[in-house]
């Protein structure tokens, strides 16, 4: 019921702001978005199509005096996971802000830390793992319902973060779906997520500091995990049962960029007090503190080119690490690009890499094209192991 009330009162707040906006004549509206299509061919046999799918983005921008709004909305053709097809609210949310203040209330993507595609503090919005190696990592994140408040310094920002309802990450439990979650045959999965209730909000606070020779953040957050934990669970009637939950947890930590000459180095660091970790035998869960960081370093090389390298670590009673990597370099006046990038995940022995190109043919046209590589035994890639594929992309702007 709350969930629904906000998605009510949100849509109520934006066609205000937007009737208000086109009352003004000093404030016009900007229209814009883009068309792309992604089309991936399995490697190994029968060489299925394992990904095809087009999207329409719109997003609407109004804006008068100090006051502003921002709607964005997808329409979208999945061939291979129907359930997909359709149309969605992307992000919808007034904004007011001034020289020392500025206030964002609406659904929204909230990105923190510095980390690339390392989860350590940027707990807030939520993922959506349905095509997940498919996908960019900026287009898999999940909007959420949020009111976020900053205090603008000369040197610092003071920033609180409330969301009344939590949201979680989106799991491929479509069988259609070819990047769908591998489960044993004989168990079924049932995820008990938390009630939409006022009572698992999730708030938190973040300091940035901006120094000459650095940037630093100190971060404090109550959340929840946000992909389920998982244990096996023994019913009379029904016998095994995956089960799925999803338990609170306070996040402290904190991060730093420091750049020097052409290179970055990014740290991020935060303990997570409380959080739910699987048994090692599958039986259950128990609540532990755990330590989770990430160290990387990235090179704006000379003739334009780009060198990455990141370093992840978590110990939750056990050592998980994983190490990834792009190389990429800039051609043809800047009109391609040439990229290479993987993931090495220590824990499991599995990995994922990416040869990509793009092309612009001009202001308004893209093209993509590239080969991903996944392959491992167990965990996360494992389950994707025959998913290798070919892919190509082609986006329009308007």
């Known amino acids: 019921m709350l969930s629904k009330f906000l998605d009510r009162t949100l849509f109520a707040l934006l066609l205000g702001g937007f009737s208000w906006a086109m009352a003004q004549e000093e404030s016009p509206l900007q229209f814009s978005g883009f068309v792309d299509s992604y089309h991936a061919l399995q490697r190994e046999y029968p060489h299925d199509w394992i990904s095809s799918r087009t999207r329409v983005r719109g997003e609407l921008k109004g804006s008068y005096d100090n006051a502003s709004f921002f709607v964005s909305a997808n329409a979208i053709y999945n061939k291979i996971v129907e359930s997909e097809t359709g149309f969605s609210l992307n992000e919808a949310y007034l904004d007011y802000a001034n020289d020392w203040i500025e206030v964002k209330v609406g659904k929204q993507i909230v990105v923190w830390g510095v980390a690339d595609e390392s989860r350590v503090t940027d707990l807030i919005s939520p993922l959506d793992y349905t095509e997940f190696i498919a996908n960019d990592y900026d287009d898999i994140r999940m909007a959420v319902n949020a009111v976020d408040l900053k205090v603008l310094g000369d040197f610092f920002n003071g920033e609180f973060i409330f969301v009344p309802v939590a949201s979680f990450d989106k799991l491929p439990t479509d069988p259609a779906n070819p990047w769908h979650v591998r489960i044993p045959e004989e168990l079924n999965l049932e995820l008990e997520t938390p009630e939409a209730r006022i009572k698992n909000c999730e708030y938190g606070t973040r300091l940035r500091f901006f120094l000459e020779y650095l940037d630093f953040s100190l971060t404090a957050l109550h959340t929840f995990n946000k992909t389920p934990v998982t244990y096996v669970e023994m019913d009379p009637e029904k016998g095994p049962i ?134 491992g035994d167990e965990g996360f890639f494992g389950m994707y192991k025959h998913n290798s594929e070919f892919w190509a992309k082609g986006k329009f702007f308007f």
Request: proline share 2%; charged share 20%; no cysteine.
């Open 242 to 375: 995956l089960k799925g939950v999803y338990e609170p947890m306070t996040v402290l930590g904190g991060d730093v960029s420091i750049p020097v000459d052409a290179f970055v180095i990014r740290m991020e660091a935060a303990e997570y007090l409380d959080e739910a970790v699987a048994n090692k035998d599958g039986m259950g869960y128990t609540h532990k503190n755990t330590f989770n960081g990430v160290v990387g370093v990235d090179w704006n090389a000379p003739h334009e080119w780009t060198l990455m390298a990141q370093y992840a670590y978590k110990y939750n009673g056990d050592h998980l690490s994983s190490a990834s990597f792009q190389i990429s370099k800039s051609l043809l006046q800047s009109t391609m690009e040439v990229a290479l990038s993987g993931e090495y995940d220590f824990s499991e022995s599995g990995f994922f890499g990416r040869f990509a190109v793009q092309y612009a043919l001009n202001d308004q046209i893209t093209l993509y094209g590239g080969y991903d590589h996944v392959f």
